[in-house]
């Protein structure tokens, strides 16, 4: 058996043992939304505009126990929907959560990322959610995704980040030590954990870490295991990262947290060094956030498959013929208090409700306007929040 091969068997064993995610089975579809897996809402926040398609191929690679192939079939009404696997007792569980809350149109397949050229076709949105990290060779994963990228598809990734995630090697690292030779043997590597952890002073650094950011959901085994003895595991940082995103060919569209990423959120208090960092390139500015503000546990972010069309409402006749719709992702409307797509609190201006309430699907902006007295640049603050999406 080759290094990768054993790599593979031995992160498939870990998931038969504990299938992953642990989220209960329903009998009704998943409550809430994540945008990033509904195609209009994250097609719209890649390009700035509403896709012309919705029935589309969706493929949820690395899906485990379906958690998010269930959401990606019910936020996509008219998408067909196929979900890969490494381990059979996780897809064993993902084909019952789907089957119990009526996801209907999905298919599963027990199938490593490295061998995806075996599906036929193309997909529009590919979701692969905590699952590079994991493999032996990440390069030859995300190679192996982009092929099956449609053109003017895009991506949907999340890897770990080794800075927010240095105390988790720390234990990670200790619990393989206590373990000798029975390393992959998880369930003892799950109790040699616990023990670490009810061992340790109060005022342990490792402690106080799992406490502030982990131990809610680590009281299951599964994800005490999925975090601290796991088998294989890659931690990025922005130069690595982009290591990894330019060796899939494919374009860099952007991070789904922008807000993370913006240098005034940090330095804003000091001018002089904002000016500083004009002279960054993207990357090193990306670089300097993480440096300064090392909380990142994990990147999430979209690539695109050229041609990804880029809309441009800057021409306000272009914007005036524009048919606004609301964004899927948001909840609460119609009301002027509601959640955004980030599930934050937004509250709307009499004019922008009364905007967002007139957004039919069928009447332009310029329609609209007649009737509302909202200015050009207030619709566009509701495009920039992603409230209204445009045609």
């Not at 084909?95 to 193309?122: K, M, T």
């Amino acid at each position: 058996m080759s290094d990768s091969q054993s790599v593979s068997a031995a992160v498939a064993k870990l998931y038969n043992t504990y299938p992953f995610p642990p989220e209960p089975l329903l009998d009704e579809p998943p409550p809430g939304y994540n945008w990033r897996w509904n195609w209009l809402a994250a097609y719209n926040f890649c390009t700035g505009q509403k896709p012309q398609k919705q029935d589309i191929r969706i493929l949820d690679a690395g899906c485990g126990t379906g958690v998010g192939t269930e959401y990606l079939v019910h936020l996509n009404s008219q998408a067909s929907v196929v979900g890969i696997d490494l381990s059979a007792g996780a897809l064993a569980v993902a084909q019952e959560r789907c089957q119990r809350s009526g996801a209907n149109r999905v298919e599963f397949h027990h199938l490593s990322i490295y061998d995806v050229e075996q599906l036929p076709g193309e997909f529009d949105l590919i979701n692969c959610v905590g699952v590079l990290h994991h493999l032996p060779d990440p390069i030859r994963g995300i190679q192996a995704l982009a092929k099956k990228l449609a053109p003017g598809g895009i991506m949907h990734i999340f890897v770990y980040g080794e800075l927010g995630r240095w105390e988790i090697q720390l234990m990670q690292k200790a619990i393989a030590l206590l373990q000798g030779d029975k390393r992959g043997d998880y369930r003892d590597g799950v109790q040699v954990g616990r023990k670490i952890f009810s061992s340790l002073p109060e005022n342990n650094r490792i402690v106080k870490y799992e406490k502030q950011r982990w131990a809610m959901e680590n009281q299951r085994d599964e994800c005490f295991a999925d975090m601290y003895v796991h088998p294989q595991e890659v931690d990025y940082n922005i130069d690595t990262l982009f290591e990894l995103i330019d060796a899939s060919g494919l374009e860099f569209v952007g991070f789904s947290n922008p807000g993370f990423w913006q240098l005034d959120r940090l330095l804003g208090k000091a001018p002089e060094l904002i000016e500083r960092a004009e002279n960054l390139s993207e990357r090193q500015l990306y670089r300097l956030i993480e440096l300064l503000d090392p909380e990142v546990t994990h990147y999430e972010f979209f690539l695109g498959r050229p041609p990804l069309a880029k809309a441009d409402w800057s021409s306000d006749d272009k914007l005036l013929s524009a048919i606004p719709e609301l964004n899927p992702c948001i909840d609460g409307f119609p009301s002027q208090c509601i959640f955004n797509y980030d599930y934050q609190i937004v509250n709307l201006s009499t004019a922008e409700f009364e905007f967002m309430q007139a957004c039919n699907g069928q009447a332009t902006v310029g329609e609209i306007l007649a009737n509302v007295q909202l200015s050009l640049d207030g619709v566009r603050t509701l495009i920039k929040q992603q409230l209204v999406m445009l045609t």
